[in-house]
C-alpha cells in the first residue's frame, strides 16, 4: 500500500521557520510531480507548491519568495522550506503524488501534519 509520511511541522512564532518532509513508499509508477497543499479551518484545501519530476516548480502567490520546495529521488522525499512564517500560514499541510496522461493516474495523500504560527 502506497504511503507517504510527512513530518516536521509544529508550532512557531512569526518570521520563524520550518522544514516539511514527506517520504514515500510503495509508489510504482513514478509520479509527474509531488506538491504541498494546506487547509486552514473553514477553508479549501489549496496548493502551495508542486514539483514535476523533471524538477519545474510552482508556488502559491501568497508563499513565493518565502516558500522552497525540493525533493531528493534517492531518498523518495520531498521537502517544504517555509521561512519568514505568517499566522496565515497556520493550516494543516498535506504531502501529494500526483500522476495523471498515462495509466495508471493517481493522487495519493499524506495525512497532514499541523503548522500553527504564532502571532
Known amino acids: 500500500q502506497v504511503q507517504l509520511v510527512e513530518s516536521g511541522g509544529g508550532l512557531v512564532q512569526t518570521g520563524g521557520s520550518l522544514r516539511l518532509s514527506c517520504t514515500s513508499s510503495?509508489?510504482?509508477?513514478?509520479?509527474?510531480?509531488m506538491g504541498w497543499y494546506r487547509q486552514a479551518p473553514g477553508k479549501q484545501r489549496e496548493l502551495v507548491a508542486r514539483?514535476?519530476?523533471?524538477?519545474?516548480?510552482i508556488y502559491a502567490d501568497s508563499v513565493k519568495g518565502r516558500f522552497t520546495i525540493s525533493r531528493d529521488n534517492a531518498k523518495n522525499t520531498v521537502y517544504l522550506q517555509m521561512n519568514s512564517l505568517k499566522p496565515e500560514d497556520t493550516a494543516v499541510y498535506y504531502c501529494?503524488?500526483?500522476?495523471?496522461?498515462?495509466?495508471?493516474?493517481?493522487?495519493?495523500w499524506g495525512q497532514g501534519t499541523q503548522v500553527t504560527v504564532s502571532s
Open positions: 510503495k509508489i510504482t509508477f513514478s509520479p509527474n510531480a
Open positions: 501529494n503524488a500526483h500522476r495523471d496522461g498515462t495509466f495508471p493516474s493517481y493522487d495519493y
Open positions: 514539483i514535476s519530476s523533471g524538477g519545474s516548480t
